[in-house]
């Protein structure tokens, strides 16, 4: 079972990368996003993909939850918040490479930087706290990322 919470919250290991594994994770979601995009699986207008974050929410905090009695609290290998932050910044933005990288830059400033209540959310107990603050990351950059698409 450990093994398979560990797949989850690494993001299929990403989280191991011994220099910057949030970096790392969210690197993850992106390749993701271009095979969803590669093999026309969805669209991140889609109801298909709004699952695809909630069900991989989901399973990021129980995951994370199982892993903190063997890792501690908020453990820098748990990088699934990273995939998920990162899928939520492109919620309803049309792929592009340009978009993509756009919303790569967007998501990391606010969940490294941590402004406007994103540090309040790492003190909620568990994986909730792990993945909360990157939710908002991700809802933060999202927001900025379509303004920046509506206006150039």
Same mark, same amino acid.
């Given at each position: 079972?450990?093994?398979?919470?560990?797949?989850?919250?690494?993001?299929?290991?990403?989280?191991?990368?011994?220099?910057?594994?949030?970096?790392?994770?969210?690197?993850?979601?992106?390749?993701?996003?271009?095979?969803?995009?590669?093999?026309?699986?969805?669209?991140?207008?889609?109801?298909?993909?709004?699952?695809?974050?909630?069900?991989?929410?989901?399973?990021?905090?129980?995951?994370?939850?199982?892993?903190?009695?063997?890792?501690?609290?908020?453990?820098?290998?748990?990088?699934? &918040?990273?995939?998920?932050?990162?899928?939520?910044?492109?919620?309803?933005?049309?792929?592009?490479?340009?978009?993509?990288?756009?919303?790569?830059?967007?998501?990391?400033?606010?969940?490294?930087?941590?402004?406007?209540?994103?540090?309040?959310?790492?003190?909620?107990?568990?994986?909730?706290?792990?993945?909360? &603050? &990157?939710?908002?990351?991700?809802?933060?950059?999202?927001?900025?990322?379509?303004?920046?698409?509506?206006?150039?």
């Amino acid at each position: 079972m450990k093994i398979i919470h560990t797949l989850i919250a690494t993001a299929l290991g990403a989280g191991f990368s011994p220099f910057a594994p949030g970096t790392a994770g969210a690197i993850v979601a992106c390749i993701i996003l271009w095979l969803i995009e590669q093999l026309k699986l969805f669209s991140t207008y889609s109801i298909s993909y709004l699952l695809l974050i909630i069900s991989c929410t989901t399973l990021g905090v129980i995951s994370t939850n199982y892993l903190e009695k063997h890792w501690g609290k908020d453990p820098s290998k748990v990088v699934m &918040d990273e995939v998920i932050g990162m899928w939520i910044t492109m919620v309803f933005v049309p792929f592009s490479y340009l978009n993509v990288l756009m919303a790569f830059i967007l998501f990391r400033f606010f969940d490294i930087a941590k402004p406007l209540g994103i540090r309040k959310l790492e003190k909620l107990p568990g994986g909730i706290g792990v993945m909360a &603050d &990157d939710i908002l990351a991700g809802i933060y950059a999202n927001l900025v990322l379509q303004l920046i698409i509506v206006f150039i």
